[in-house]
């Protein structure tokens, strides 16, 4: 039986931290399904087909990973398209606190039998945030290894731009 697999963000941008869990997930999981979230509430550095754009580049290698995007509730998405599994990235005990809730809470929405699954960020990408990595490069601070190579000629691109 084929085990899919789904893990979601707002990924703006895609973080190496990121790319560790896609990549582990994988390895896991017959497939996996990376989906980019809307999220209205916040202003994003790139638009929804910059991000989608993005992360299919850095994931191509991978042959079992597929990029979606998705709105509204996510358990809705799960639901619709039968995950067996949902992925959730742990830097912190901070983040294991408010994903326990959403787990929680998706456990009541999910219909079928699909299970969240946490996976613990390598160490050394335990401090890196979509935000943090935004806030350094909008100072010009290096964000070298903290995204993948793609991604920070994209960020500085980005940047140029504004």
Do not use: W
């Not at 703006?12 to 809307?38: Q, Y």
């Not at 597929?66 to 067996?84: C, M, Q, R, W």
């Not at 742990?90 to 326990?100: G, Q």
């Amino acid at each position: 039986m084929e085990r899919k697999a789904l893990y979601a963000g707002s990924f703006d941008p895609v973080t190496c931290g990121h790319l560790n869990i896609i990549e582990r997930a994988a390895r896991i999981f017959d497939s996996l399904t990376v989906v980019v979230g809307v999220n209205a509430g916040k202003k994003a550095m790139f638009d929804l087909e910059e991000r989608l754009e993005i992360l299919k580049e850095v994931t191509g290698y991978l042959p079992n990973v597929t990029v979606d995007t998705f709105s509204g509730l996510l358990a809705d998405y799960i639901n619709e398209k039968g995950f067996d599994v949902y992925v959730r990235g742990l830097r912190s005990t901070n983040d294991f606190e408010n994903e326990l809730h959403m787990a929680q809470m998706n456990a009541r929405l999910f219909t079928g039998d699909t299970e969240t699954v946490f996976l613990m960020t390598d160490p050394k990408y335990s401090f890196i945030s979509s935000s943090l990595v935004k806030e350094v490069a909008s100072f010009g601070g290096s964000i070298d290894g903290l995204v993948p190579e793609y991604v920070v000629s994209r960020i500085r691109s980005k940047l140029q731009e504004e």
